[in-house]
């Protein structure tokens, strides 16, 4: 599903990653930790085609990203759900408006985004809230309006990066039993966190960066 | 197609509705630019109009020799008619120049009593159309004429010809400029009101982006916003030009002791095209404005 071959980036004479080789197979649950500063984001971020390499090759699904034109990368994007550390929720719509963002861009009719969203906020529990706006719910409720935009679209890969950072334990539990089932649809999904507690026993793939290089690859 | 299109209007409206103070603004501002540059076409038609008149107005005198016949006369004449651009006003004969002159002698009429024989000369009065294009050039014509036989001598006022080619002269290059800024400045005010209006929403565009929209997708509710402006601003303008037509068009008006102005309102074709020029210009900075955006 996705193939990286020798991905490095530099910022000026900042190398924020360095000779990154990796494959991650299609629905595999896998998870990407580090110190900060490790390149986590960097490299999510490679994946999701925001950011282009100094050098090396990202093959997402068999498509070259380094070769990829603007407008196949934004179509590429609708197939792949990205969950924001700071969750880039739009403040000014409704939690429903948040969530129809994915499909109103891809030009689905309204009949189909509503049945469609009204879905999404069922499977992360927000249906009493979608004529909420994002400032007015708790930091793990507009966490999960970001993952309900994120899978709206049944993504085949679904991005996290951070995504428990700011909430307390009990909560933490309840998005990643969600990611789970998330990926139990056949959704690859990779999660890039720097949290211990999160990868206690998770039973899947760890990758370890530091200072822009993989370390440590523990299997699952 | 159909439903993308009214999820455009449907969200540029909103946006519209949004930032309604600065579309305002906005929108006030190029209606008074727009109000400008109908003016000045209201200005120009009428102007024109008016130098047609003048033009017109500016003729050219051919002497005729004494003791040519009929048949030469009329050699003359259909010569006369040949000439691009000229009619023949009218023919006057030594008699009628002789009637002309002791009228215009009036009260002294009687000095002309004590001459033997009329030493005036029959001529042809010409008239040119077209004098505000420039396409008559009365120095050759004068020069051909004067080589005909039975011409004696040809005569036109060229003050009054460098006066006129002068007028339309500076009229057409002040017209040009003005225009021009004119159009600049709006383009200017749309570009960057839609600067603005992309700048408040730089967030919401990014997270557009990331879900996937087309850059398109982004940059048609903006264009539409400009668009909106535009023709909105245009139609404004153009009722305040014609209701300030309708005040003003009762009363005449007169110019150096000229002949006098009838005014006159835009054609149709000219009424669309400040319409039109405003939409475009709406486009058209949101274009720039988008562009600018997206390069950065």
Redesign the interface.
């Given at each position: 599903m996705i193939q990286i071959y020798r991905l490095s980036k530099s910022f000026g004479t900042n190398i924020a990653l360095d000779d990154i080789g990796l494959r991650i197979r299609k629905g595999e649950f896998i998870f990407i930790t580090g110190p900060s500063g490790a390149g986590k984001t960097t490299l999510l971020r490679h994946i999701?085609g925001?950011e282009k390499p100094t050098s090396g090759q990202i093959l997402i699904d068999g498509i070259n990203l380094t070769r990829i034109r603007?407008?196949n990368l934004?179509?590429?994007?609708?197939k792949i759900g990205?969950i924001?550390q700071d969750f880039?929720?739009?403040n000014?719509k409704t939690v429903y408006q948040n969530v129809a963002?994915?499909l109103?861009?891809?030009?689905e009719?309204?009949a189909i985004i509503r049945k469609k969203v009204h879905q999404a906020l069922r499977s992360v529990d927000l249906s009493n809230k979608e004529k909420a706006f994002p400032l007015e719910v708790s930091g793990g409720e507009q966490q999960r309006i970001a993952i309900a935009?994120a899978i709206i679209?049944d993504p085949m890969i679904l991005i996290a990066d951070e995504p428990t950072g700011n909430l307390d334990p009990d909560i933490t539990k309840d998005i990643m039993v969600l990611f789970r089932s998330i990926n139990l649809r056949g959704t690859t999904v990779i999660i890039a966190t720097h949290s211990k507690e999160l990868l206690r026993d998770t039973g899947h793939r760890v990758i370890v960066l530091n200072q822009g290089r993989i370390v440590e690859e523990i299997e699952g | 197609m159909l439903r993308i299109w009214l999820y455009f209007f449907k969200s540029a409206f909103i946006n519209i509705m949004n930032n309604r103070l600065i579309h305002l603004i906005s929108m006030g501002t190029i209606t008074i630019s727009m109000l400008l540059l109908g003016s000045f076409m209201l200005l120009s038609v009428n102007l024109n109009n008016w130098i047609k008149e003048w033009g017109e107005s500016i003729s050219m005198s051919v002497y005729l020799k004494d003791g040519i016949d009929e048949k030469e006369k009329r050699e003359i004449e259909k010569q006369l008619l040949n000439i691009n651009g000229a009619k023949i006003k009218g023919f006057i004969s030594k008699e009628q120049a002789m009637i002309q002159l002791k009228e215009s002698l009036g009260g002294q009429a009687g000095l002309l009593n004590g001459l033997k024989e009329n030493p005036l000369p029959s001529s042809f009065e010409l008239v040119f159309e077209d004098m505000d294009n420039f396409r008559v050039d009365l120095n050759n014509i004068k020069r051909s004429l004067e080589k005909m036989e039975g011409v004696d001598e040809v005569q036109y006022s060229e003050q009054w010809v460098e006066r006129f080619k002068g007028v339309i002269f500076v009229f057409r290059v002040a017209g040009l400029i003005i225009g021009g800024l004119l159009c600049v400045a709006v383009l200017f005010i749309i570009t960057n009101t839609i600067k603005l209006a992309i700048y408040s929403r730089k967030d919401e565009i990014e997270i557009y982006k990331l879900v996937g929209a087309t850059d398109w997708f982004v940059k048609i509710p903006f264009l539409i916003e400009g668009a909106v402006q535009g023709i909105i601003s245009g139609l404004f303008a153009f009722l305040i030009l014609f209701s300030a037509y309708l005040i003003f068009s009762t009363k005449t008006v007169q110019i150096f002791g000229l002949p006098v102005i009838d005014i006159v309102f835009l054609s149709n074709k000219n009424a669309i095209s400040i319409i039109l020029l405003s939409l475009v210009l709406g486009l058209m900075g949101g274009l720039i404005a988008l562009g600018r955006f997206f390069k950065t």
């Amino acid at each position: 599903m996705i193939q990286i071959y020798r991905l490095s980036k530099s910022f000026g004479t900042n190398i924020a990653l360095d000779d990154i080789g990796l494959r991650i197979r299609k629905g595999e649950f896998i998870f990407i930790t580090g110190p900060s500063g490790a390149g986590k984001t960097t490299l999510l971020r490679h994946i999701f085609g925001t950011e282009k390499p100094t050098s090396g090759q990202i093959l997402i699904d068999g498509i070259n990203l380094t070769r990829i034109r603007r407008h196949n990368l934004d179509l590429l994007r609708r197939k792949i759900g990205f969950i924001f550390q700071d969750f880039k929720l739009l403040n000014n719509k409704t939690v429903y408006q948040n969530v129809a963002l994915a499909l109103e861009v891809t030009g689905e009719r309204q009949a189909i985004i509503r049945k469609k969203v009204h879905q999404a906020l069922r499977s992360v529990d927000l249906s009493n809230k979608e004529k909420a706006f994002p400032l007015e719910v708790s930091g793990g409720e507009q966490q999960r309006i970001a993952i309900a935009r994120a899978i709206i679209n049944d993504p085949m890969i679904l991005i996290a990066d951070e995504p428990t950072g700011n909430l307390d334990p009990d909560i933490t539990k309840d998005i990643m039993v969600l990611f789970r089932s998330i990926n139990l649809r056949g959704t690859t999904v990779i999660i890039a966190t720097h949290s211990k507690e999160l990868l206690r026993d998770t039973g899947h793939r760890v990758i370890v960066l530091n200072q822009g290089r993989i370390v440590e690859e523990i299997e699952g | 197609m159909l439903r993308i299109w009214l999820y455009f209007f449907k969200s540029a409206f909103i946006n519209i509705m949004n930032n309604r103070l600065i579309h305002l603004i906005s929108m006030g501002t190029i209606t008074i630019s727009m109000l400008l540059l109908g003016s000045f076409m209201l200005l120009s038609v009428n102007l024109n109009n008016w130098i047609k008149e003048w033009g017109e107005s500016i003729s050219m005198s051919v002497y005729l020799k004494d003791g040519i016949d009929e048949k030469e006369k009329r050699e003359i004449e259909k010569q006369l008619l040949n000439i691009n651009g000229a009619k023949i006003k009218g023919f006057i004969s030594k008699e009628q120049a002789m009637i002309q002159l002791k009228e215009s002698l009036g009260g002294q009429a009687g000095l002309l009593n004590g001459l033997k024989e009329n030493p005036l000369p029959s001529s042809f009065e010409l008239v040119f159309e077209d004098m505000d294009n420039f396409r008559v050039d009365l120095n050759n014509i004068k020069r051909s004429l004067e080589k005909m036989e039975g011409v004696d001598e040809v005569q036109y006022s060229e003050q009054w010809v460098e006066r006129f080619k002068g007028v339309i002269f500076v009229f057409r290059v002040a017209g040009l400029i003005i225009g021009g800024l004119l159009c600049v400045a709006v383009l200017f005010i749309i570009t960057n009101t839609i600067k603005l209006a992309i700048y408040s929403r730089k967030d919401e565009i990014e997270i557009y982006k990331l879900v996937g929209a087309t850059d398109w997708f982004v940059k048609i509710p903006f264009l539409i916003e400009g668009a909106v402006q535009g023709i909105i601003s245009g139609l404004f303008a153009f009722l305040i030009l014609f209701s300030a037509y309708l005040i003003f068009s009762t009363k005449t008006v007169q110019i150096f002791g000229l002949p006098v102005i009838d005014i006159v309102f835009l054609s149709n074709k000219n009424a669309i095209s400040i319409i039109l020029l405003s939409l475009v210009l709406g486009l058209m900075g949101g274009l720039i404005a988008l562009g600018r955006f997206f390069k950065t």
